[in-house]
């Protein structure tokens, strides 16, 4: 498989993530707008500090920078449940005081945006945002939430693709992605080994593919799209507002996929065609 050369090394990353919980002007702090409530001296989670580092590490590296900084006692944590079955490992700075009502009303957000109801309308967000790109650019839409194609049925599950797409005599697998974490490995391999037997390209649209999905998807000619910003469904506005500004973490809500994402996509069809075209 190929692989970037590694740009970091954990002590490098545990750094890094120190100097986010010591200096309200590092990096992490000025991309995008202010947040009135998340600075050095905030209370965090930590899948939340694994998404905002995702650009320059990938979230196991991350993670493992946050437990050694626990380790050391630069870090203090409190592990919460909440909600049926939703938990979260809060972390902060080891002289922080005070940090019971921060949680708790860190916790008061997170209840509404780890809803189930809410991320199943998210998930059917994005999915339709991307339906609409698709059919904007001239792809055909085969099938949608299926296994079946040409004759064939995927027989070792009874998963899904969420879209078979065609254009110019190429038709992809799609998988649409919409969650902070990245796409389950078992679940990535299912889904491209599920393209493979059908005869498709795999076009993965993802919040965030991780180093090795990328590459893997790279090897084997087909695409991770990566959108970065968790989709929600309209009427979120006031949520939108209060995870940014307590958690800075990517969501967003978009009428229509933005034009650099359509761009990604259409370079990549015509790379295809390119390709068929030659190989014909």
């Not at 002007?25 to 202010?34: D, F, I, M, V």
């Not at 307590?246 to 933005?258: A, G, K, M, N, S």
């Amino acid at each position: 498989m190929v692989t970037s050369p590694q740009r970091y090394t954990l002590e490098s990353v545990k750094q890094d993530v120190m100097s986010f919980f010591k200096d309200n002007n590092h990096w992490a702090y000025q991309y995008g707008s202010r947040s009135t409530s998340c600075n050095k001296d905030s209370v965090f989670y930590k899948k939340q500090i694994q998404v905002i580092f995702e650009d320059l590490y990938p979230h196991d590296v991350t993670g493992k920078a946050v437990n050694e900084l626990i380790q050391d006692g630069f870090l203090k944590l409190e592990p919460r449940f909440f909600g049926k079955n939703d938990h979260a490992i809060f972390v902060w700075r080891y002289n922080v005081r005070y940090t019971s009502n921060e949680i708790k009303g860190r916790i008061r957000i997170m209840k509404q945006f780890f809803d189930e109801e809410l991320n199943k309308g998210a998930g059917r967000e994005a999915e339709n945002l991307f339906n609409h790109l698709f059919k904007a650019n001239q792809f055909r839409t085969i099938a949608r939430h299926t296994r079946t194609f040409r004759g064939k049925t995927w027989p070792m599950s009874g998963k899904n693709l969420d879209f078979i797409i065609e254009k110019d005599g190429i038709c992809y697998g799609v998988e649409v992605k919409n969650t902070l974490d990245y796409m389950p490995p078992d679940e990535f391999q299912e889904k491209l080994d599920m393209c493979h037997f059908l005869g498709l390209l795999p076009m993965f649209p993802l919040r965030c593919p991780s180093d090795q999905q990328f590459a893997t998807m790279e090897q084997i000619g087909g695409m991770a799209l990566k959108f970065k910003s968790r989709i929600f469904p309209q009427g979120n506005r006031r949520l939108i507002n209060d995870i940014w500004n307590h958690f800075r973490l990517p969501v967003t809500i978009w009428d229509e996929i933005p034009p650099p994402i359509q761009r990604i996509l259409i370079r990549y069809h015509h790379y295809n065609t390119k390709t068929k075209a030659i190989s014909t």
